[in-house]
Nanobody, 120 residues
C-alpha cells in the first residue's frame, strides 16, 4: 500500500506565497511521476503541474511562471512552490503519484488534499 500526504495549505493574501509538500510512503520501489491537481467548488479537478523521474515538467498555462514543482526521488517527496497567488475560490490541492511497488506491479495514489485559500 502506498500513501500520499499533503501539507502546507492555508490562508494567504493575494500576491503571497505558499509551499505545498507531498510525502509518499509505503511499498514504493520507484515513483515514475508525481504531480499536483486542484479542485475548486463546482469545478473539475485540473492538473496544476507534473514531473517525471527523468525531470520532465509540465505546468498548466494558468500557473506558468508562478508555480514551481520539484521532487526528491530518493526521499519520495515533492513540493509545489506557489508564488504570486491570485484571489480565487478556495481549492483543494492534491498530490498524485504513479510508479512501481516494491513487490512488483504498478501503483497510482492520491493524497487527501490540502486546502488553499487566497484572499483579496
Amino acid at each position: 500500500q502506498v500513501q500520499l500526504v499533503e501539507s502546507g495549505g492555508g490562508l494567504v493574501q493575494a500576491g503571497g506565497s505558499l509551499k505545498l509538500s507531498c510525502a509518499a510512503s509505503g511499498s514504493i520501489f520507484t515513483i515514475s511521476a508525481m504531480g499536483w491537481y486542484r479542485q475548486a467548488p463546482g469545478k473539475q479537478r485540473e492538473l496544476v503541474a507534473v514531473t517525471t523521474r527523468s525531470g520532465t515538467i509540465k505546468y498548466a498555462d494558468s500557473v506558468k511562471g508562478r508555480f514551481t514543482i520539484s521532487r526528491d526521488n530518493a526521499k519520495n517527496t515533492g513540493d509545489l512552490q506557489m508564488n504570486s497567488l491570485k484571489p480565487e475560490a478556495p481549492a483543494l490541492y492534491y498530490c498524485a503519484a504513479e510508479g512501481v511497488r516494491v513487490e512488483g506491479g504498478g501503483m497510482a495514489s492520491w493524497g487527501k488534499g490540502t486546502l488553499v485559500t487566497v484572499s483579496s
